[in-house]
C-alpha cells in the first residue's frame, strides 16, 4: 500500500503562483509514475501533469507553459508549481500515484479569485 499526502492548496489571487507538493509513504519502490489531477465542482476529474522515472514529463495542453510538474517517483515526492494562476483554475487537486494500481491523495483545495 502506499499513502499520499498534498499539501500547498489555498486562495491566491488572479495571476498568482501556488506550489503544490505531495509526499508518498509506504510502498514507494512498487511506484513508477507520480502526478496531479484536478477536479472543479461539476466537472469530471482531469489530468493535470505527470512525471515517470527516467521519461519526459505530460502536461494537459491547456496548462503548458503555466503549471511546471517536478520529482521523482522513485523517491515518492512530486510538485506542481503554478504560475499565472486564473479562476478556472480553481479546483481541488489530487495528487496520483500509479504502481500496478492508482493511489490518490486526499486532495487540496485552489481557490483563484480576487
Known amino acids: 500500500q502506499v499513502q499520499l499526502v498534498e499539501s500547498g492548496g489555498g486562495l491566491v489571487q488572479p495571476g498568482g503562483s501556488l506550489r503544490l507538493s505531495c509526499s508518498a509513504s509506504?510502498?514507494?519502490?512498487?511506484?513508477?509514475?507520480m502526478g496531479w489531477f484536478r477536479q472543479a465542482p461539476g466537472k469530471q476529474r482531469e489530468l493535470v501533469a505527470s512525471?515517470?522515472?527516467?521519461?519526459?514529463?505530460y502536461y494537459a495542453d491547456s496548462l503548458k507553459g503555466r503549471f511546471t510538474i517536478s520529482g521523482d517517483s522513485a523517491k515518492g515526492a512530486v510538485y506542481l508549481q503554478m504560475v499565472s494562476l486564473k479562476p478556472e483554475d480553481t479546483a481541488v487537486y489530487y495528487c496520483?500515484?500509479?504502481?500496478?494500481?492508482?493511489?490518490w491523495g486526499q486532495g487540496t483545495q485552489v481557490t483563484v479569485s480576487s
Open positions: 496520483w500515484a500509479f504502481g500496478s494500481t492508482n493511489y
Open positions: 509506504g510502498r514507494i519502490s512498487s511506484l513508477d509514475r
Open positions: 512525471i515517470i522515472s527516467g521519461g519526459t514529463p
